[in-house]
């Protein structure tokens, strides 16, 4: 079965051609960053605008690099939850307008559940049921999988996201956007230990998250020291800042694991990159006996190859939408 697959949740146009979910035979990505540099963050006007530019072309270079055409598709998948809403509507109305015309079956497809298929396409041999790890600029979850259509949510952050910490507090540090890579980089270079900084924790939930206290005592520490004229050393923030926010995603994932019985664990999303989150993972599953599944560092980030895969899934449970099929902003992935 080949699958178009579409995304435009956020300031990434893409589009893939997959066969069979699993197999992918073009995956093609227009990226705003550079444009968005300068703003320090994603500018959702901006973003939808480049989107409705772009989404043609980046389908037409997919399906050559793919070499089939459009009638050679068999379903369009799309990703129409959660997002920025003006650019979901871009990629939403576009793969109406496809199959429509095709007379061919519309997939919808939720990004959380993309991000997570995303390891199908590495790791053939994974399947559910497992846990999963769920870390990017906008999420941060921690869900069973229970089946490839079926999650239930254990914790997620009950404000920012790892990913926005991230990326805030590089720009407390004076690092361009998008801030995370350069944390990451920094942090290798720096003293973990040379920052206290404190591990929010929300009462009642042990598994949710918060990092907005983490964020709010980097920016101060580096706003207090320069109205002090004193030194942040860079290097030794980075990594402290990495650090805390590995062990914070690390530490709630296997107490879930432990409590819930799961030995295979999954990672999955743009902070699913991460070499300290990456690593502090791969060290806690290997101390506790689990199985560590994680994206290649080409599918951690937002892309159609994804979006295709979990369409194919989804499209095997009977899950596809009509012309009615409208894109929402913010979606539990266990409302689909």
């Known amino acids: 079965m080949l699958i178009l697959g579409i995304e435009t949740s956020c300031d990434e146009t893409a589009a893939s051609v997959s066969y069979n979910g699993t197999t992918i ?54 990703t129409y939850a959660p997002g920025l809403i003006g650019a979901l509507l871009v990629g939403v109305n576009f793969a109406k307008g496809l199959s429509m015309a095709l007379g061919k079956p519309l997939i919808p497809v939720h ?11 590495a790791h053939p041999e994974l399947k559910p049921p497992y846990l999963c790890l769920v870390a990017s600029g906008g999420h941060s979850h921690i869900i069973e999988v229970l089946s490839y259509t079926s999650f239930r949510v254990i914790g997620k952050t009950r404000d920012d996201a790892a990913g926005e910490c ?68 860079t290097n030794d923030m980075a ?9 914070m995603l690390v530490s709630k994932t296997m107490l879930a694991a432990r409590e819930l019985g799961y030995k295979k664990i999954v990672l999955a999303g743009g902070v699913s990159a991460n070499s300290g989150v990456r690593s502090t993972l791969t060290m806690a599953c290997e101390k506790n006996g689990y199985e560590l599944f994680m994206p290649p560092l080409s599918l951690c980030g937002d892309n159609a190859a994804m979006i295709a895969c979990q369409g194919y899934y989804n499209y095997q449970a009977g899950i596809t939408a009509d012309e009615g099929l409208n894109a929402t902003a913010t979606l539990s992935v266990e409302k689909l």
């Open 239 to 247: 990594a402290s800042v990495q650090k805390t926010i590995s062990d």
């Open 166 to 233: 991230f990326d805030k507090c590089a720009r407390a540090l004076g690092f361009p956007y998008p801030g995370g890579v350069h944390i990451d980089k920094a942090s290798a270079y720096g003293n973990p230990d040379t920052y206290k900084l404190p591990v929010p924790r929300v009462a009642g939930s042990i598994y949710d998250f918060s990092f907005s206290g983490l964020k709010t005592a980097v920016i101060n520490t580096v706003h207090n020291a320069s109205q002090k004229g004193q030194e942040i050393r």
């Open 25 to 78: 035979l073009s995956s093609v990505v227009s990226t705003q960053i550079e444009e968005h540099k300068k703003y320090g963050g994603v500018v959702p006007e901006i973003a939808s605008r480049r989107h409705s530019e772009n989404i043609l072309g980046v389908v037409r270079e997919a399906l050559e690099k793919a070499e089939k055409t459009i009638d050679d598709m068999d379903a369009v998948a799309v």
């Open 111 to 121: 990004h959380i559940t993309g991000h997570i298929a995303a390891n199908y396409i």
